[in-house]
């Protein structure tokens, strides 16, 4: 993409209604779509997600088996030592898993770059969306449902941005199936690339374009 090309993104109101199309800033969408930084960053979440403790025992770990099931020659079975050994019923475990740490840890500004890149794929496929606001008193999911479907993002996995944290609006897209709030300083690279539709408060990107 070339450096004069300013990105562009609709724009909504706080009622959902359709407005003109809004530029990105620049700073922030400038068409960088790092591919493999992306899936650096998002492969690195989700181990840091596994915990690792599976355990499993070896035939050195497991109780009993200390002398042989039956005496080495002339019972015409198979010579057998112990009735621990992986081949036995409750035997050992050959090549099992056992605790171990998956934790990676990626530069902050590797992170940095794949959250860049996650957000600019999403403009460049207009799957980015800017909204007035997302202000709530109380906690509305007929009200959310009614935005998204005005939107028509309503049957897609949509990730809303907002600005700082909102419980109200949480609480009414808490039960909305693949639809998730967080702010927008604490969406990484994963959140971006799991959802459809990122929608973000127009105030959170001025926020982020004045850091």
């Given at each position: 993409?070339s450096?004069n090309?300013?990105?562009?993104?609709?724009?909504f109101?706080?009622d959902?209604?359709?407005?003109a199309?809004?530029?990105?800033?620049?700073?922030?969408?400038?068409?960088?779509?790092?591919?493999?930084v992306i899936?650096?960053v998002v492969k690195?979440t989700?181990?840091?997600?596994r915990?690792?403790t599976?355990?499993?025992k070896?035939?050195?770990?497991?109780?009993?088996?200390?002398q042989k099931?039956?005496k080495?020659?002339?019972t015409?079975?198979a010579?057998?030592g112990?009735?621990?050994?992986?081949?036995?019923?409750g035997?050992?475990?050959?090549?099992g898993?056992?605790?171990?740490d998956y934790t990676?840890?990626?530069?902050?500004?590797?992170r940095?770059?794949?959250k860049?890149?996650?957000?600019?794929?999403?403009?460049?496929?207009?799957?980015?969306?800017?909204?007035?606001?997302f202000?709530?008193?109380t906690?509305?999911t007929k009200?959310?449902?009614?935005?998204?479907?005005?939107m028509?993002?309503?049957?897609?996995k949509?990730?809303?941005?907002?600005?700082g944290?909102?419980?109200?609006?949480?609480?009414?897209?808490r039960?909305?199936?693949?639809?998730?709030v967080?702010?927008?300083?604490?969406v990484?690279?994963?959140?971006?690339?799991?959802s459809?539709v990122?929608?973000?408060e127009a105030?959170?990107?001025?926020?982020?374009?004045?850091?």
């Amino acid at each position: 993409m070339s450096e004069n090309t300013t990105m562009q993104a609709r724009a909504f109101g706080a009622d959902g209604k359709a407005k003109a199309a809004v530029a990105l800033p620049s700073v922030l969408f400038d068409g960088t779509v790092n591919v493999p930084v992306i899936h650096q960053v998002v492969k690195a979440t989700l181990a840091n997600q596994r915990q690792g403790t599976a355990s499993t025992k070896t035939r050195g770990k497991v109780v009993g088996g200390n002398q042989k099931p039956w005496k080495q020659k002339g019972t015409g079975r198979a010579r057998q030592g112990s009735t621990r050994a992986p081949h036995w019923p409750g035997g050992g475990i050959v090549f099992g898993p056992t605790p171990r740490d998956y934790t990676q840890r990626v530069q902050k500004k590797v992170r940095a770059l794949g959250k860049k890149s996650a957000l600019n794929v999403r403009a460049r496929e207009n799957d980015l969306l800017i909204v007035d606001t997302f202000e709530m008193k109380t906690p509305n999911t007929k009200a959310m449902l009614a935005l998204l479907t005005k939107m028509g993002v309503v049957d897609r996995k949509v990730l809303f941005l907002t600005d700082g944290v909102k419980p109200m609006t949480f609480l009414s897209a808490r039960n909305i199936p693949s639809t998730h709030v967080m702010p927008y300083q604490d969406v990484g690279t994963y959140h971006v690339m799991w959802s459809d539709v990122v929608i973000i408060e127009a105030s959170a990107l001025s926020a982020a374009e004045a850091k």
